[in-house]
Each structure stands twice: as structure tokens, then as C-alpha cells.
């Protein structure tokens, strides 16, 4: 049984539900678990099904949350399957469209079996850290699949940095059989480390990559990766070898059912059947044990060690440059006449272009200085976007708030001339219903959302065009500030600021590795009392104690200065 309701609200949709559930004669009785599946449009068929198939194991209600935000008109539409069409679960699909400030977490909330685990699932487009997103927060295992995003090994990456017990990956889960097989090998007599040992497969396999580092932690040896044959069957790992007294033990994919298996001092080939597991099966697997998978918390970390340097963002970029200007006015017209330019450029390559604006006194002069320097460049407002470095957590008309700063300016001129208000993003204020740890979390879900299957690389391909800082005397940016422990904070996209030396006290800040994925970064300073920050940047790559000097572009990095603020240059 199928029921679709148009422009609904949650409440609605757990009132429809009840009631099909009474005609129907189903109860929930049976559910073990809310299986929350984060999809988009595309995306839905494969994963629903799998998740269809696996309710019959662990019969579950499943809650798709399908969120459009290029959508024209905002809404939530929904389909209730119960019965037959579910399994042995019961389906939701939702559909938000629109930049509404609606939070995925207040859309299933009303939704979720009561009492019962949650178990949050991205089929592809991981976010940065499970455990920061909205959904991920509630949930108690988070499933991602590094696979199904376009940067594979990038997305582990990133994994790491935001791991938190209870995260897993399906390139992890399909694993589950070569490490029951190996474990087996090594049991064969005579017992023996062995002193070298090789996988086979893409370097650039999630699967691969955490073979190898599962090998390495477990045996304490190093291993190598050898590429596969060219036409060696199916992805994944395709064979090991572990090198020991007695000679030599093999594994090979000989198929996609298929691995044959060689002994020391044994010429007769073993083929043990070995299937390559479907997405349902991997999926039940994750059901099966909804306890922390701690192995693959440790795996990933031995993958990746070192990746928590926040300097690492922002080394090796190409070396600032500086642009000088006569006064602060001058600073201004030099920085949003290079913005307007770059993000011009930005929208014939990609037909798009995303600007990070920031706020004090420069920043707020540049913002202003901005819509005639965009006309003059034939920016296309239309596929213009707006984001804030940071932002102070206080009332949405509260002049402390940086959007208000350059309202005047920059945002009232722009809707004007039609920049849409699904655009601009701005970060929630203390109107908007979340407390300052949601709001963080939820700008960082839109930021990771606008950047799709890749968000943030510091390296390759940046998400930003133009990114816009303000430098304070003390050298801080966005609000990262010398000393202050919540600029450690590598694993989310956004992160929150409690007691910022600066008031207002509370702020939402894009991290260091978002604020490093920009092709162009603008420094914007005026004033002799910079000079000394502005000097102190110039050294250095050092986040923690001068922020001013740890945040780079992929194509570059200039300072826009007046010249009491390039004083001490
Ligand atoms: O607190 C902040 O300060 C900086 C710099 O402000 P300024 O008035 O010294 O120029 C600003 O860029 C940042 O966005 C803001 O929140």
C-alpha cells in the first residue's frame, strides 16, 4: 500500500502513517530499528531496495530523506509504503525542497520508532564527520560508503579526521570475508609472522587502502600494494600473499565468485568460493551488529596518520602575494574588483560560483564596494553564492552579526538586481530554533551538502572560488583565534566557539580544512594596529598561535593591505 502526500509537514506524515497502518492491519511491533537512508533524487532505487531486502532480517522502518535545495519552490512532499511494498518494514520517503532553514532532524524526529537504535546510512556523498551531522548526531551507527563518492580515497580522508565510534563504511564491511579467509591462513601450521606481505589492487580502492592498513596494524609488518592484472576481475582487493619459512601463501580473485588458493609445498590450487557481496548484503552485515566497530575505528587511523596537522591545509599552496593600497577605501575597490573578476571566471568554467564574505571593518567596506564591481565583471547572479567565514551567534537584526553588516551594502543591492535568497547562506542566528552546537552542525551540513560528493579538499579541486578574510590585531580569522581550543576542531565542516576573546562570546566558524578550500583566498587589512598581525602572517604556516598565516588557495593567496597595515612588512 502506497499513499503520497503533496506539501505536507512530519506531523502530518505520522498521522497518515498510524492510519494506513490501522486500515492495513501492520503493526510496528516488530521493528527493530529506524534505518534513516540520506539520498538524493538519483540515488533512491539502489539503496531503497537493498534496504527493502535486508528488512526481512531486521525488520525495520526505513526513512528516506531526499533534500533538493536547488529546488524553485521550498515544501515537503512524501510516500508512505506499508505492507507489501515495504518488506517486512515500513517506507518513508521524504522530500524536502527549497532552502528552507528545516533541519533533517526536525523533519524525522516525529518519525522514528520510539526506543528503538537509529542507524543512519549516506549511499554516497559522505559527509565529513557522521557524528556532526544532524542525522548522524542521533544516530547510533553511522554507515557511509567512501566507494560511491568520486574521491574514494580523499573521502576516507576526511573520514578519519571526523571518525567517531559507532561510523562505519561499507568499503570496511567489504572486507568482512578476506579478513575471515586470512585470519583462517594464518592459523595453518607451522604459526608463523610473516615477514613480508603484499596486497593486489587499486591504490586508489577504499577497500585496498584499508586491507593494507588492516594487515599492517594486525601483523605489525609493512605492507606493499602491487596493481592488479589488467584483466583482473571486479574492484576491491584481488589477491595477498604472505611471505613465510616454509614459502609462500597466496590468495587470488579468479572471479566473481571465485579465489584460488595456494599452499607452501602444495601444487594443487584450492578454489574456495568467495562471491563479491551485494549492497543488500553489506547493508545487512551493518544491521547485524549495531555496536561500535572499534577494528575499523583503529584501521582507519593507522591508514591515516598525521592528517590532524592543520597546517597540512595550507602547505604547499602557492606563496601569498601582497596588493597595496593607498587607504582602506582603496583596499576595498583593489579586492572586490579581483573578486568580481574570479568569480566571473568561476561561472564560465562551471556555470557557478560560491564567495565567502566575512565581516569587520574591511571586509564590510569590500562588501560594499562589491555590486558595482560584480556588474562590471557580468557576474550572473542567478548562479552566484554566498557564504560566511564565521559568524556571531546572536539575533538575526543584531548589528554584532556580520550578515547584518553588510546588508546594506552587499546583500539588499544584490537581491535587488536578482540574486536569489536561496543563495545566500547564511548561518542561524538565535531565532532560528538551534542551540549554538546545532547551528554549527547544521551549517556545516549545508556547506557539505552544496559540496557534494567531494567537499573540501585542501588539494585538487577547491569548493570556494573566492574566499574573504578579516584579520584581527591578534592575527585571528574567521573566528579561529590564537590559543583558542575550539580552532583544533578539524572534523567538521563548521565548528562553534565558546568564549572567543572578541565579543560576542558565541560564533559559528568554517574549520581549517573548509576555509582551505578555496582557489582564491583574499586577505583583506587596514590600519597601523594590523601591521604587527599582518607581519607575524607572513612567516610561517603556524594555525595555532598566528591563524592569519594558515589559510591558503589552491590557485592563490593575496593581501589586500593599506599601507599602514603592510607598515612592518
Ligand atoms: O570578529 C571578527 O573579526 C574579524 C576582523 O575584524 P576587524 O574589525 O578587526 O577587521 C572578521 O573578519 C571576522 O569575520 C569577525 O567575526
Redesign the pocket.
Known amino acids: 500500500m502506497i499513499t503520497t502526500l503533496q506539501d505536507t509537514t512530519a506531523s502530518a506524515v505520522a498521522k497518515t502513517m498510524t492510519e494506513m497502518r490501522e486500515t492495513f492491519g501492520a503493526n510496528t511491533i516488530g521493528r527493530v530499528l529506524t534505518l534513516i537512508i540520506v539520498a538524493t533524487g538519483e540515488t533512491i532505487d539502489e539503496p531503497l531496495e537493498a534496504a527493502v531486502h535486508a528488512s526481512h532480517e531486521h525488520p525495520a522502518r526505513v526513512i528516506v530523506v531526499d533534500v533538493d535545495q536547488e529546488a524553485e519552490t521550498s515544501g515537503l512532499d512524501a510516500e508512505i509504503r506499508v505492507g507489501r511494498d515495504a518488506g517486512a518494514g515500513e517506507i518513508i520517503i521524504l522530500r524536502a525542497r527549497g532552502n528552507t532553514m528545516i533541519a533533517p532532524d526536525t523533519l524525522v524526529m516525529p518519525l522514528l520508532l520510539p526506543d528503538a537504535p537509529i542507524v543512519t546510512w549516506w549511499p554516497e556523498a559522505a559527509p565529513s564527520a557522521p557524528v556532526n551531522d544532524v542525522l548522524g548526531s542521533m544516530s547510533q551507527r553511522r554507515i557511509t560508503d567512501a566507494a560511491a563518492c568520486s574521491n574514494p580515497v580523499g573521502t576516507l580522508k576526511r573520514l578519519r579526521r571526523g571518525y567517531t565510534s559507532g561510523d562505519s563504511d561499507l568499503a570496511w564491511s567489504r572486507l568482512t570475508t578476506w579478513r575471515g579467509l586470512v585470519a583462517s591462513l594464518y592459523e595453518i601450521t607451522p604459526v608463523a609472522v610473516p615477514s613480508a606481505v603484499e596486497v593486489t589492487g587499486q591504490e586508489d580502492d577504499p577497500s585496498v587502502v584499508l586491507m593494507k592498513a588492516w594487515l599492517e596494524n594486525a601483523l605489525g609488518v609493512e605492507v606493499t600494494l602491487r596493481a592488479p592484472e589488467q584483466d583482473a576481475a571486479g574492484q576491491g582487493v584481488q589477491g595477498l600473499s604472505l611471505e613465510r619459512p616454509d614459502g609462500t601463501i597466496a590468495l587470488r580473485r579468479t572471479g566473481e565468485d571465485t579465489v584460488v588458493l595456494s599452499l607452501p609445498g602444495d601444487d594443487s590450487d584450492q578454489h574456495v568460493t568467495m562471491p563479491q557481496r551485494s549492497l543488500y548484503e553489506l547493508l545487512a552485515e551493518e544491521l547485524r551488529r549495531l555496536d561500535p566497530d572499534e577494528v575499523y575505528g583503529e584501521v582507519l587511523a593507522h591508514a591515516f596518520t598525521g592528517v590532524d596537522d592543520a597546517a597540512t591545509f595550507a602547505s604547499g599552496k602557492p606563496a601569498p602575494t601582497d596588493v597595496v593600497s593607498a587607504d582602506a577605501a582603496g583596499v576595498a575597490t583593489e579586492a572586490a574588483t579581483a573578486a568580481a573578476a574570479r568569480l566571473a571566471e568561476a561561472q564560465t568554467e562551471r556555470g557557478v560560483a560560491h564567495l565567502v564574505v566575512?565581516?569587520?571593518?574591511?571586509?564590510?567596506r569590500a562588501a560594499g564596494a562589491l555590486p558595482a564591481a560584480l556588474e562590471a565583471a557580468g557576474v550572473d547572479l542567478s548562479t552566484l553564492h554566498l557564504w560566511?567565514?564565521?559568524?556571531?551567534f546572536v539575533g538575526p537584526d543584531d548589528d554584532d552579526r556580520?550578515a547584518v553588516q553588510v546588508r546594506e551594502g552587499l546583500l539588499e543591492p544584490l537581491e535587488a538586481a536578482g540574486l536569489p535568497e536561496r543563495n545566500v547562506h547564511l548561518v542561524p542566528s538565535t531565532q532560528d530554533g538551534m542551540s549554538l552546537a546545532e547551528a554549527a552542525a547544521w551549517y556545516g551540513q549545508q556547506l557539505d551538502s552544496a559540496g557534494g560528493d567531494e567537499p573540501f579538499r585542501t588539494r585538487g579541486r577547491a569548493f570556494f572560488d573566492v574566499l574573504?578574510?578579516?584579520?584581527?590585531?591578534d592575527a585571528?580569522?574567521?573566528?579561529l583565534f590564537p590559543g583558542h581550543p575550539a580552532q583544533r576542531v578539524t572534523s567538521a565542516s563548521a565548528i562553534l566557539v565558546e568564549d572567543?576573546p572578541?565579543p560576542p562570546p558565541l560564533?559559528v566558524?568554517l574549520s581549517w580544512p573548509v576555509l582551505n578550500s578555496a582557489r582564491h583566498v583574499a586577505l583583506?587589512?587596514?590600519?597601523a594596529e594590523?601591521a604587527e598581525a599582518v607581519a607575524k602572517a607572513h612567516g610561517d604556516i603556524d594555525p595555532l598561535q598566528v591563524p592569519a598565516s594558515s589559510v591558503r588557495g589552491l590557485e592563490s593567496t593575496t593581501w589586500f593591505l593599506d599601507e599602514a597595515a603592510a607598515g612592518k612588512l
Open positions: 566575512t565581516g569587520g571593518t574591511v571586509g564590510v560566511w567565514g564565521d559568524e556571531r556580520n574573504w578574510l578579516g584579520v584581527g590585531p585571528h580569522v574567521a573566528s572567543s572578541k560564533r566558524s583583506l587589512v587596514a590600519g594590523k
